[in-house]
């Protein structure tokens, strides 16, 4: 099989199948031409084989072949030439990689201009400002992407030449002018790189296409595909389409078209449109755009054909499709089509509708699939607090919903510098372009002056789930002096705006923000969900006071699966109780603390297991090492040194350099802690047990499960075993009759040597939970505290490792730990129950691992709830696939 296809050739497969050899864009043009008979330009692909050849060893050996045979095939489908100086056949050369990834890599329009197809332009049209507006705008394109000049330096003379002219629009411009730009441009190019423009159109066509395969690698490229975990070595396609031309005349145009709003997911046609223009002037923002709608009023033919075009892709792809499509001369031509992005909202929406559709008639599973967890991140966006009060600035297009607030930065380097040192940062430019996708990944929200609602700053900021406002046009910036003005209102970098991306409002100062309500369609899809994932993976939620426990089965928890109850001790009330229990100079103010902390402890034990009754709550004794209690040693040490130390504060200084330890992480904590302290896990015992005991007699259904941090071994637990049942039976929860409590006792698996002897430690434990934090740390040697900040990004850079092990946990490595723990553990006791808490327990990329391994349960946080019942139903049916 060869490296190139037309357009129109015959595939064993539909083409719209066949991503993954000719890139997305690929297959939808060849889906629009050979199955669906749709007014494409005729062009062809060349395959992402052929970049992946191309990254590996240079330009494949053959591929100067195939392409000038399919190119002399396009020339004499179009009955023209490239650099014909009569009658020029001119194309474009487009990337598409299998996933998409807008803007992120490059595009060169008009190639084939010369000096000599420039006069058979003008001919051929009838049109010498237009023959030169093309060779203008294709010698800025391949000077930027091809022979790298800078974007700024080439946009030079065109400005000079505006403002000379007297114009702000560079449609403006006469044919002299733009002849006389043109030879400016030329002469520009060969001052920058020692060469003249390229004039073969061969060779043009050679380092479009290489730009096109190197721009797979380009730093904003890579760091989408990082944000959106797309593989690197995927590679790109190239597309070569013949061009046609939105900016003929007054019966021309271009636009980008929805067949549904991306936003909010109504019925209906969405996009923007430009009389007279380009497609790279519509998604650029250079000029601001009119409503697709308009379309209707002034070319109503075209309009009824494209409404048309739209019902058909849509019911072709049942999905919502965007496309770009152009008018030359009054003939409608397609462009490009793909299953459109969209805000989390309008995917919710789509996917309900969709199953009710009588043409698209999606099942509930394909409605489910359809959601991600961005999609629900981003209907828990904030809003600005109903009541507050606003001084609007300036009222832009609400591009992306949510709102955001932050200081003023006008780059994306500067905003990628301030978010590192940990400020709220709003990014501000005039337009966005790709090279800004670092700093908009960074800031809180992004604002632009131009642009409409399908330009680089909304569609990038859609997909990410960012707050964005664009196109407000009363907006004048100054980026160089760090300021920016409305009207008579001037603000400087580092000032605080607020931002709605759904009203487009622009407010000066902190406006507070309130999360928004989900949208009804949410709590349909995760029913679905529900019903998906039936008994095979439930969902907990960590929990440690009574309004997250309410919150978490608000939204849907099934209890709780980590109740950490070091957290109870860290209030201002609490922890000068913790701290009397670490100095006590005897038994007796040992105990007395430790009375204090059980009245304490019970009260919220009461409050959680009423939130969560009748459902499982795992109750982790005390985890971390004591010296996380007291004040830190170096503090106190200064402190002692320039002004002295009260008594309490020398005796706090002492205890801190007792229990300070080298590693703390590997230390004195967790079950050892118990063994060095035996009367604090009986404390803490006995305040869950008469808690539930309370609850019981009033009615309720406590259901307790009490968990035994960091155990290595089966001696280890069995000991700690021992003293929860002492004090269980201390209680009365285990005597007969109605006060009669169930409780299950288990461990925390969170070493490799826990997982390694499960099947022991299974004898003495009713239930496991994997603790895959200190799991991770320990089987990867990482310190997370260290390597996250210094080393990660670096390793990540270097494809070291496929992804953060913090966040997405290893299946070849933690994740086999847990599958062979789960294993081992029930080859032993075959009820066990097992399950996983913490940070990776909400990550849609780890439940999938922990749902083939076997767990009965996952836990996270109580908002990642919904994206854990969602993650969960598409485990359940990767794993059916």
């Not at 500067?414 to 960074?442: F, K, N, W, Y």
Request: negative net charge; aromatic residues 6%.
């Amino acid at each position: 099989m060869g490296y190139v296809f037309d357009f129109d050739h015959e595939h064993p497969r539909p083409p719209m199948e066949l991503k993954s050899l000719l890139g997305g864009k690929g297959a939808n043009l060849a889906e629009m031409t050979s199955v669906l008979g749709l007014p494409v330009p005729h062009g062809f692909t060349i395959s992402t084989d052929a970049c992946r050849a191309y990254m590996a060893e240079g330009w494949p050996d053959g591929l100067s072949d195939e392409v000038e045979s399919h190119l002399e095939a396009l020339q004499e489908k179009m009955g023209r030439r490239l650099g014909d100086p009569t009658d020029p056949l001119l194309v474009s050369v487009r990337s598409g990689a299998q996933f998409s990834m807008p803007g992120m890599m490059d595009t060169v329009l008009n190639l084939g201009m010369n000096d000599a197809s420039v006069a058979g332009v003008a001919k051929q049209t009838g049109d010498e400002r237009f023959a030169f507006d093309s060779y203008r705008r294709f010698i800025q394109m391949y000077g930027r992407i091809v022979l790298g000049i800078s974007g700024e330096t080439l946009d030079e003379p065109l400005d000079r030449a505006k403002e000379a002219a007297g114009v702000t629009n560079d449609a403006a411009l006469g044919a002299g002018t733009l002849r006389e730009l043109v030879e400016e441009l030329k002469e520009l190019v060969e001052t920058k790189t020692g060469s003249p423009f390229p004039q073969d159109p061969a060779d043009q066509l050679r380092g479009a296409i290489e730009a096109v395969f190197s721009s797979w690698n380009s730093p904003r490229a890579v760091a989408y595909r990082a944000r959106e975990r797309i593989a690197d070595d995927l590679g790109t396609a190239v597309n070569v389409q013949a061009m046609v031309f939105g900016n003929r005349d007054d019966r021309s145009g271009t636009g980008v078209g929805f067949t549904r709003d991306p936003a909010t997911g109504a019925q209906g046609a969405y996009g923007d449109f430009l009389v007279n223009a380009q497609g790279e002037d519509v998604v650029a923002g250079i000029r601001n755009t009119e409503p697709l709608s308009a379309l209707s009023d002034r070319f109503p033919e075209i309009y009824e054909e494209l409404m048309d075009i739209f019902a058909r892709l849509e019911a072709h792809y049942r999905d919502m499709c965007d496309t770009e499509f152009t008018i030359e001369q009054g003939k409608l031509w397609m462009l490009q089509t793909r299953v459109g992005k969209r805000t989390g909202r309008a995917a919710l929406r789509m996917a309900v509708d969709m199953v009710s559709d009588a043409v698209i008639k999606l099942s509930t599973t394909e409605a489910v699939q359809r959601i991600t967890a961005d999609h629900i991140d981003q209907v828990l966006h904030p809003q600005f607090k109903e009541g507050s009060s606003l001084e609007v600035l300036t009222k832009g297009l609400g591009a992306s919903p949510g709102a955001a607030v932050g200081e003023i930065v006008f780059s994306a380097d500067e905003a990628a510098a301030r978010a590192a040192e940990g400020h709220d940062v709003i990014l501000v430019r005039s337009e966005t372009s790709p090279e800004d996708v670092h700093g908009m990944l960074a800031a809180k929200g992004v604002l632009t002056a131009r642009g409409g609602l399908v330009s680089h700053a909304a569609v990038v900021a859609r997909g990410w789930g960012k707050p964005a406002v664009v196109g407000a046009e009363q907006l004048r910036i100054d980026a160089k002096s760090g300021r920016l003005t409305v009207g008579s209102r001037t603000l400087e970098a580092g000032e605080v705006i607020s931002i709605d991306g759904t009203s487009g409002e622009v407010v000066a100062g902190a406006v507070e923000l309130t999360l928004a309500e989900p949208p009804a369609e949410l709590e349909q899809i995760l029913s679905w969900a529900d019903e998906i994932r039936g008994d095979k993976l439930g969902v907990r939620a960590n929990a440690d006071n009574g309004p997250d426990a309410e919150n978490a089965r608000r939204l849907g928890a099934e209890g709780i699966g980590l109740c950490r109850t070091e957290h109870m001790f860290l209030g201002e009330e609490r922890l000068p109780i913790v701290r009397r229990m670490i100095l006590a100079k005897g038994e007796e103010e040992e105990s007395a603390a430790l009375e204090e902390l059980r009245v304490a402890q019970k009260a919220d034990f009461i409050e959680i297991l009423a939130a969560m009754d009748s459902l499982p709550v795992v109750v982790r004794l005390l985890d971390p090492p004591l010296h996380e209690f007291l004040p830190d040693v170096e503090t106190l040490a200064v402190k002692q040194a320039a002004e002295g130390l009260s008594e309490e504060e020398e005796r706090l200084l002492e205890a801190a350099r007792s229990w300070r330890e080298v590693n703390p992480m590997l230390g004195t904590r967790g079950v050892r802690l118990g063994v060095m302290k035996p009367g604090l896990y009986a404390m803490q015992v006995r305040a869950l047990m008469e808690a539930a005991l309370e609850r019981a007699r009033a009615g309720g259904h406590p259901v307790v499960e009490v968990m035994i941090p960091l155990t290595i071994s089966r001696n280890e637990l069995a000991l700690a075993r021992s003293w929860v049942e002492e004090a269980i039976e201390a209680t009365g929860a285990a005597g007969d009759g109605g006060g009669r409590i169930e409780v299950a006792i288990g461990t925390m698996i969170e070493t490799p040597r826990a997982a390694l002897v499960a099947n022991e430690i299974a004898q003495v434990a009713d239930f496991f939970s994997f603790g895959t934090n200190d799991l991770t740390q320990m089987t990867f040697g990482f310190s997370r505290d260290d390597v996250e900040g210094r080393m990660m990004s670096t390793y990540l850079d270097k494809g070291l490792l496929p992804a953060n092990p913090f966040e997405n946990v290893d299946p070849d490595g933690v994740g086999l730990l847990v599958r062979m723990a789960v294993e081992k553990g029930r080859s032993m006791k075959p009820e066990l129950t097992c399950g996983v808490c913490g940070e990776h327990g909400g990550d849609p990329q780890s439940i999938e691992v922990f749902y083939r391994a076997g767990l009965d349960y996952v836990s996270c946080s109580p908002f990642r709830v919904p994206i854990a019942r969602l993650a969960a139903a598409h485990s359940v049916l990767a794993g059916n696939s």
